[in-house]
């Protein structure tokens, strides 16, 4: 639909363009009737999910319904437990009743390993273990015992994350300590960063911050985690910063832009944005842009030369 708007733009016939617009538009109108109550497959390959990840920033009524009959539904599998789950627990749509729905499965299903280094949701298990913390239902418990036992190896290196649940000081403090040990980081200073905001009662983003310069953290895992949270209600927990996505080229724009925040985060935002593929090489973006987008692009990064990126 995008393309055809370029189109006809470029037509001289003022006639012609008006009919291409309004033809454009029955298209998008019905095109959302039909579509409303659906969904991506959730079953093929994981990068297509995260390709339009962005379309689920803000969730209509039916998104939610939608999302909240996958949960529902026995044959939805662990990447679209993942998908579904992380999106309503971010947007705080998600409630006992799907905590219910899974809690028969946990055991059998989502206690398996499923890599989460290239998603922008976390494991299943995680998401589940903090919405039964935050709904403070009697399950949190037997959750919590299962984490804690040393077996199996696959989660050890994910188990603090599920302390963004029912957050306190003593959590912060485990996560803290874990950060600053130098430990490879999955997700912690992420977790440790909306965790603090909750307890703080305010924006990630003024957590994050605070800890530039901050002796003990990793200047490009920082990087990630400022991006990541400039949006609490959709965080992206994919390892880096994705140059391909949508998600991360909106996000740094927003941090670059965003006069709240310090020249030093914003300048951040400005080098995720100059070292973004929008403009360096547009072709890899999924999913494809247009060139009407790749010119904005190119714009808004023109008229933001003279700005400083950070090193």
């Keep these: 639909a995008d393309r055809v708007r370029e189109a006809a733009g470029r037509l001289t016939d003022a006639a012609a ?144 994350l599920t302390h963004l649940g029912a957050p306190d000081e003593a959590k912060a403090a485990g996560l803290w300590e874990f950060i600053v040990s130098g430990g490879h980081d999955t997700g912690h200073l992420m977790t440790w960063v909306l965790l603090r905001a909750r307890l703080d009662g305010t924006h990630p983003l003024h957590i994050a911050e605070r800890l530039i310069d901050e002796p003990g953290i990793r200047p490009y895992v920082l990087h990630r985690v400022l991006i990541g949270v400039a949006d609490p209600a959709q965080p992206l927990w994919h390892y880096a910063i994705d140059p391909r996505s949508h998600s991360w080229w909106h996000r740094a724009q927003e941090v670059a832009d965003d006069e709240r925040l310090s020249a030093e985060a914003r300048a951040i935002g400005m080098k995720a944005a100059r070292e973004h593929y929008v403009t360096r090489h547009p072709d890899q973006v999924r999913p494809a842009l247009t060139e009407g987008e790749v010119k904005t692009a190119h714009a808004w990064l023109e008229a933001r030369a003279d700005r400083t990126a950070a090193d």
């Design 17 to 160: 363009a008006a009919d291409a617009l309004a033809a454009v538009e029955r298209y998008e109108t019905a095109r959302d009737g039909l579509l409303a109550g659906t969904g991506p497959d959730l079953t093929g390959y994981e990068g297509g999910l995260g390709d339009i990840y962005h379309r689920y920033r803000a969730l209509t009524p039916s998104d939610v319904q939608w999302l909240r009959d996958r949960l529902a539904d026995p044959s939805t599998g662990v990447q679209g437990i993942a998908f579904c789950l992380e999106l309503l627990h971010a947007h705080g749509e998600a409630t006992e009743t799907e905590l219910r729905a899974l809690l028969p499965r946990w055991k059998k299903e989502l206690t398996k390993q499923y890599r989460t280094t290239y998603t922008e949701w976390r494991h299943p298990l995680v998401t589940l273990t903090c919405l039964a913390q935050d709904l403070g239902h009697p399950a949190a418990a037997d959750l919590l015992a299962w984490w804690a036992k040393p077996k199996p190896a696959w989660k050890a290196p994910v188990r603090l």
